[in-house]
């Protein structure tokens, strides 16, 4: 699964974004996929969303808490869709998402079950795909950072996506350093036959924590901004337990 587009809050007279907060790949700033197309009264963008899938009470209680930690740190809000021509579709089918808007409804699957994807994580994750971000491992310069072993993966037709880099032309990063601590960075054994690795990074100390995790202190961009200014990795050296512009989980 996987990635941001319109994100900022004022704090302390201080702009924070949402690249900055939960992830450091996302839309470019002219791309026409951005959830720009409306404003509430406080000026945060609107995601307008539908659930159509079956799920539990505790389930959707785990969907919009996810919400809510996004809308909490960034300038994005998502809002129960009265009439909006453009909103995002949640079903319980597959693990899946769009990254972005496009034009009428964008899918957003998060299926439940024993193989399906209601993790704390996924589900943030498949959110933050359709704000408008894409995994860190994608990035156009992860070659910098990371070294992707194929050849362990799990081979099937889904392979070749599962770890393509992005074009450049499609996806920004905005200046801001590559972060294995993101929440859309996926673990080393990302998509991996049992017992192998597919993701080793470059910098060793980043390697024994698997997933990347920034949930509780979510560290998003500024998608929606140009008042950035870009902050290091340095220093939060932690072990953490991670068509048509559609990532799968």
Same mark, same amino acid.
Request: a negative charge; one cysteine or more.
């Given at each position: 699964?996987?990635? &941001?587009r319109?994100?900022?809050?004022?704090?302390? !007279?201080?702009?924070?974004?949402?690249?900055?907060?939960?992830g450091?790949?996302?839309?470019?700033?002219?791309?026409?996929?951005?959830?720009?197309?409306?404003q509430?009264e406080?000026?945060?963008?609107?995601?307008?969303?539908?659930?159509?899938?079956?799920?539990?009470?505790?389930?959707?209680?785990?969907?919009?808490?996810?919400?809510?930690?996004?809308?909490?740190?960034?300038?994005?809000?998502?809002?129960?869709?009265?009439?909006?021509?453009?909103?995002?579709?949640?079903?319980?089918?597959k693990c899946?998402?769009?990254?972005?808007?496009? /034009?009428? &409804?964008?899918l957003?699957?998060?299926?439940?079950?024993?193989?399906?994807?209601?993790?704390?994580?996924?589900?943030?994750?498949?959110?933050?795909?359709?704000?408008?971000?894409?995994?860190?491992?994608r990035?156009?310069?992860?070659?910098?950072?990371?070294?992707?072993?194929?050849?362990?993966?799990?081979?099937d037709?889904?392979?070749?996506?599962?770890?393509?880099?992005?074009?450049?032309?499609?996806?920004?990063?905005?200046?801001?350093?590559?972060?294995?601590?993101?929440?859309?960075?996926?673990?080393?054994?990302?998509?991996?036959?049992? /017992?192998?690795?597919?993701?080793?990074?470059?910098?060793?100390a980043?390697?024994? /924590?698997?997933?990347?995790?920034?949930?509780?202190?979510?560290?998003?961009?500024?998608?929606?901004?140009?008042?950035?200014?870009?902050?290091?990795?340095? !220093?939060?050296?932690?072990?953490?337990?991670?068509?048509?512009?559609?990532?799968?989980v």
């Amino acid at each position: 699964m996987e990635e &941001v587009r319109c994100v900022i809050k004022e704090k302390g !007279g201080v702009c924070h974004s949402l690249l900055q907060r939960f992830g450091r790949s996302a839309l470019p700033p002219d791309s026409p996929y951005k959830w720009d197309k409306y404003q509430d009264e406080s000026g945060n963008y609107v995601i307008p969303y539908v659930i159509s899938g079956d799920y539990s009470p505790e389930e959707k209680k785990e969907i919009f808490a996810a919400m809510e930690k996004i809308s909490k740190n960034t300038c994005v809000a998502f809002r129960s869709r009265s009439a909006e021509e453009d909103y995002v579709e949640i079903a319980n089918i597959k693990c899946s998402a769009y990254v972005g808007r496009f /034009g009428g &409804v964008s899918l957003l699957r998060l299926e439940n079950g024993k193989y399906g994807c209601m993790g704390k994580r996924t589900i943030m994750q498949m959110l933050l795909h359709t704000v408008g971000l894409y995994h860190e491992h994608r990035r156009p310069d992860r070659d910098n950072f990371i070294k992707v072993h194929k050849e362990n993966a799990i081979q099937d037709l889904s392979t070749h996506f599962q770890f393509a880099k992005l074009d450049p032309a499609d996806v920004s990063t905005y200046n801001l350093p590559y972060d294995y601590t993101s929440i859309m960075h996926v673990g080393k054994d990302h998509y991996a036959e049992s /017992g192998k690795t597919t993701i080793e990074t470059l910098d060793p100390a980043f390697q024994s /924590g698997a997933a990347f995790l920034h949930v509780q202190t979510p560290d998003l961009h500024i998608y929606y901004s140009e008042e950035f200014t870009p902050t290091s990795t340095e !220093g939060r050296k932690q072990e953490v337990q991670d068509v048509e512009y559609v990532e799968d989980v």
